[in-house]
C-alpha cells in the first residue's frame, strides 16, 4: 500500500481493545520520530515511551479520563526542551562532528551563530519552538503507525503541568506537548470506526499560484 492508502485507513480511534502492539512495531513507530527533520538539527525532544497499566491510569486522570490511554498497549508521550541553552546546543554539535569524524573546529562559525540565534530566545519561545519540532516527530510516528496497521489517536487533552509532573520532565528540563496512545481498534464498541473519513475538498484545500 502507499502511504497514502495508509492515511486513508489510519482516523482518531476512539475506543482500543486493549491488545499488545508486539515491540518492534512500537520501535519502529519510535525511530520515526528519532529520524524526524528539525530545526537546525537540534532534535529538542524526547519520546518517553509508557507500557505500565498504572502509570497509564495515572496519566488517563490528568487526560480528562480518555479510555484510549488505559487501553492502549504503549502511550507515547512527546516532550520538548523547556529551553536552548548553549550547553545543549553545543553538546548537539559536538556529538554531530563526533561521529562524522569532524573536529569541533569544522563547524565551529556554525555553532557560533546558533548558539547566539537559539539563547537571544525567552524560555518561553524556546519551548513553543521546540514544541514545533516534536509535532514533526508525533506527525511521522501517526503516520509509520499507519504504515504497520497499528492504531493511533493523537492527544493534546490533557493537562501540561500535571502530566509533567507525573513523569518528572521538569527535572529533565522537557515539558509535554502531545500524547499518543499505541494499540487496537475494538470495532465492537468504537463510534467512528465505520464512518466515512471526511476532509476539507482537495481543491479548496491546495492552493495553487502559478
Known sequence: MSLIDDLNWRYATKKMNGEKVPQEK?????AAAHLAPTSSGLQPFKVIVISNPELKEKIKAVAFGQSQISDSSHLLVFAAWDNYTEERIRAVYAYANSE??????????????MVT????KTADESYQHAAKQ????FGL???????LKVDATPMEGFDPAAMDELLGL???GLRSTTILPLGYRDTENDWLVNLKKVRTPFGEFAIERN
Not at 141 to 147: G, K, N, T, V
Request: aromatic share 8%; net charge negative; charged share 20%.
Open 26 to 30: 512500537v520501535d519502529a513507530i519510535v
Open 134 to 137: 516534536a509535532y514533526i516527530g
Open 100 to 113: 562524522r569524524g569532524l573536529p569541533e573546529s569544522a563547524n565551529a562559525d556554525f555553532v557560533n551563530h
Open 170 to 172: 521538569k527535572e529533565l
Open 117 to 120: 540565534h537559539f539563547t537571544a
Open 141 to 147: 510516528s501517526i503516520a509509520q503507525a499507519a504504515e
